[in-house]
């Protein structure tokens, strides 16, 4: 499976940039024996679906796309992905309920599941960029990259994305998988989660020098 970017975005598209940088910076996984590797998937894309349920979907309640309302779909598929998420963790960590499941059949489910979500995804950033002028455009796309460094890293697909317990559960969420990162010694992820920079450009790998959660280049 490879969990790829965003086609290029034309110049103009700061948030679809950021997206496509969040994702680039995940390499291929070809297996679940590589734990290092599925560990990094896992905090990106948790860490990317947070964050557009948390400042991104909020705009976009109302538009009605091919399968109905466009934030509700990318909300439901966005949860498929996260318990998909969530199994492929459970087998990273030996965990007995996923003894029985082959690792090849983690890895399909998941890829099945993000071409499905990020085929709602494309269609929903393009009509909300399409909607907003220049200066709104990168504002939102700020958003985007300061919540994404304080966002969860773990799959949480129960926790609620929309109303005001949104925000609680993205800090609380956030601040507890950090921890937890620290005391696992995950690579990519805690202390070192890599931040996509302002240009859209492609983001830094694990454990090069780049700002991290607390530091003056986030402030």
Do not use: N
């Amino acid at each position: 499976m490879t969990v790829d970017r965003l086609p290029d975005s034309p110049a103009g598209r700061p948030l679809a940039a950021g997206i496509g940088a969040t994702q680039g910076a995940v390499g291929e996984m070809q297996d679940v024996d590589e734990p290092d590797v599925g560990y990094r998937a896992i905090a990106r894309l948790s860490g990317h679906l947070a964050t557009m349920w948390r400042t991104v979907y909020p705009h976009a309640d109302g538009h009605v796309g091919t399968d109905g309302q466009l934030r509700a779909v990318c909300l439901s598929r966005a949860r498929e992905v996260e318990w998909a998420l969530r199994l492929l963790q459970c087998q990273l960590s030996g965990d007995v309920s996923t003894a029985g499941r082959a690792p090849t059949a983690v890895l399909v489910t998941l890829t099945q599941r993000l071409d499905s979500y990020r085929s709602a995804e494309r269609v929903l950033v393009t009509w909300l960029e399409d909607q907003l002028g220049t200066e709104s455009r990168e504002k939102l796309a700020g958003k985007y990259r300061r919540a994404l460094i304080h966002a969860p890293t773990r799959p949480h697909p129960r926790c609620p994305r929309t109303g005001p317990l949104r925000h609680v559960a993205f800090w609380l969420h956030g601040r507890w998988d950090r921890l937890l990162d620290t005391m696992d010694s995950r690579p990519g992820v805690g202390l070192g989660f890599p931040v996509p920079p302002p240009d859209g450009g492609p983001a830094p790998a694990a454990g090069e020098a780049g700002p991290t959660p607390g530091t003056a280049a986030d402030r």
